[in-house]
C-alpha cells in the first residue's frame, strides 16, 4: 500500500519559514518523482514544485522561484519543501505527490498525500 505522510505545516508570519516533510514508504520513494501542490480557499489545486527520482533535477512554478526549495533523502526515504520569505498568498493546504515523472515541468501523479496546512499571517 502506498503511503505518502506529510507533516510540518503551521502559522508563520509574512516573511517567515517553515519546511515541509512527507515520508513514503520505500519502493514508491525508489522507483518515483515527488512533488508538492497546493490548494488554497476556493482555489483549484496548483503545482508548486517537483523532483525527479534521481533527485537531479527540479521544477518550481513561477510564483515560488527563488523562495521554495525541493529536495529528497533517499536514506529516510522522504521529500522536504523549505518554504522562506513566505507570504500571504501562500497560505493554502499543501499536498505531497508521487507520480512516474515530470512532463512539462509539471508533476504527474499517482499516488496523494492527505496535506498539511500553511497559513501565513500578514
Known amino acids: 500500500q502506498v503511503q505518502l505522510v506529510e507533516s510540518g505545516g503551521g502559522l508563520v508570519q509574512a516573511g517567515g519559514s517553515l519546511r515541509l516533510s512527507c515520508a513514503a514508504s520505500r519502493r514508491t520513494f525508489s522507483d518515483h518523482a515527488m512533488g508538492w501542490f497546493r490548494q488554497a480557499p476556493g482555489k483549484e489545486r496548483e503545482f508548486v514544485a517537483a523532483i525527479n527520482w534521481s533527485g537531479r533535477n527540479t521544477y518550481y512554478v513561477d510564483s515560488v522561484k527563488g523562495r521554495f526549495t525541493i529536495s529528497r533523502d533517499s536514506a529516510k526515504n522522504t521529500v522536504y519543501l523549505q518554504m522562506n520569505s513566505l507570504k500571504p498568498e501562500d497560505t493554502a493546504v499543501y499536498y505531497c505527490?508521487?507520480?512516474?515523472?515530470?512532463?512539462?515541468?509539471?508533476?504527474?501523479?499517482?499516488?496523494w498525500g492527505q496535506g498539511t496546512q500553511v497559513t501565513v499571517s500578514s
Open positions: 505527490a508521487a507520480g512516474p515523472g515530470v512532463p512539462d515541468n509539471r508533476l504527474s501523479t499517482q499516488y
